[in-house]
């Protein structure tokens, strides 16, 4: 699945404890990701299914009612499971969201899930958040809205429903927490960004003050942050290609004190570039706090002299980021 919209995307697992029942599940998929698929709740595998002699992925397990997700080692998708359910999946891993459809006994309800998310997927979630406040709240009450009764009019089943109403008002929370976070970070831009003065990896401290006279992009990130370490690769190549230029890369980890030795470990293991630093007082230190910062990854662009360029600049393995850098950094 996409990770465009991830921080929107709400995992409900039901907490209702009936004693657990079999289901049977079956997955006939081309293009596979691996031989084994993981039935998760959150981080938890609560069953896995191999695939057998004919390249069939079958099992009955026992399962409580609620939403899970399926993990094929690469891709993830919601699935709606019951005790009683006889579900079967076809789908081109290739081409995940857009070829996952379910038949059988619990089908309406995964295919409502697939279909959803394809929906979110397609949604110009950007172009909202581009929005003033008052067409951004009416734009997304609109969504809310349509969603709603798009889920009312299904003929779905009500505990399913039920989940399903909560996952999309908890969905339109989170948007309206995101738009005041982004709204927050669009005012810090263009003033003077507050200074810094870390330990650096390779001794002593650096302060922002001391990289006046260049440009600086700044990655805020902790060891143990899977979206982090998935940047890392892309951080190194935006490092390469612009080593020569009028830019400083800033690392500062933000994890907490007892995980110290775990960061110089890190960085001296993944052979990490720029400068590496570890921020004072990690969540609480006060560059963090001035700039908002409350999830990580967090990207900032610093001019010459100091000034925010964008205090929520793009990611290393956004495009937008290069075509940033390209107009600014000779």
């Not at 991830?6 to 039901?14: E, K, N, Q, R």
Request: net charge neutral; aromatic share 10%.
């Amino acid at each position: 699945m996409k990770k465009s919209l991830s921080f929107l995307v709400l995992i409900l697992v039901s907490t209702i404890s009936f004693a657990q029942e079999n289901m049977t599940f079956e997955a006939k998929i081309t293009n596979k990701n691996g031989d084994i698929l993981f039935i998760k709740n959150k981080r938890i595998i609560v069953h896995e299914i191999k695939i057998d002699e004919k390249g069939i992925f079958k099992a009955t397990f026992p399962i409580k009612e609620g939403v899970y997700q399926l993990f094929d080692g690469a891709e993830s998708a919601q699935l709606f499971l019951k005790p009683g359910f006889d579900l079967k999946m076809t789908m081109d891993a290739a081409q995940f969201d857009e070829t996952i459809k379910f038949s059988g006994n619990g089908s309406k309800e995964n295919n409502f899930l697939a279909e959803s998310a394809l929906a979110d997927e397609k949604f110009n979630f950007d172009a909202i958040l581009a929005l003033d406040e008052s067409a951004f709240n009416k734009a997304i009450d609109e969504k809310k809205t349509a969603d709603l009764n798009r889920l009312e009019k299904a003929g779905l089943d009500p505990i399913f429903v039920d989940l399903n109403k909560k996952g999309i008002e908890g969905g339109i929370l989170g948007l309206k927490q995101y738009y005041t976070q982004i709204s927050g970070n669009k005012k810090l831009n263009n003033t003077k960004s507050p200074n810094f003065d870390f330990e650096n990896h390779k001794g002593g401290k650096t302060s922002l003050e001391s990289l006046k006279g260049k440009y600086v992009y700044i990655d805020v990130w902790a060891t143990w942050c899977g979206p982090c370490r998935a940047e890392i690769p892309f951080l190194k190549e935006i490092e390469a290609k612009y080593h020569d230029k009028n830019i400083e890369f800033v690392s500062i980890s933000a994890d907490v004190q007892k995980d110290y030795e775990k960061w110089k470990s890190f960085v001296n293991e993944k052979q990490l570039g720029g400068i590496q630093l570890f921020a004072d007082k990690n969540w609480e230190s006060d560059f963090l706090k001035a700039y908002g910062i409350n999830s990580i990854p967090r990207f900032i662009l610093i001019d010459p002299n100091g000034i925010v360029v964008d205090a929520d600049a793009a990611r290393p393995s956004s495009p937008k980021l290069k075509e940033q850098l390209d107009k600014l950094v000779k």
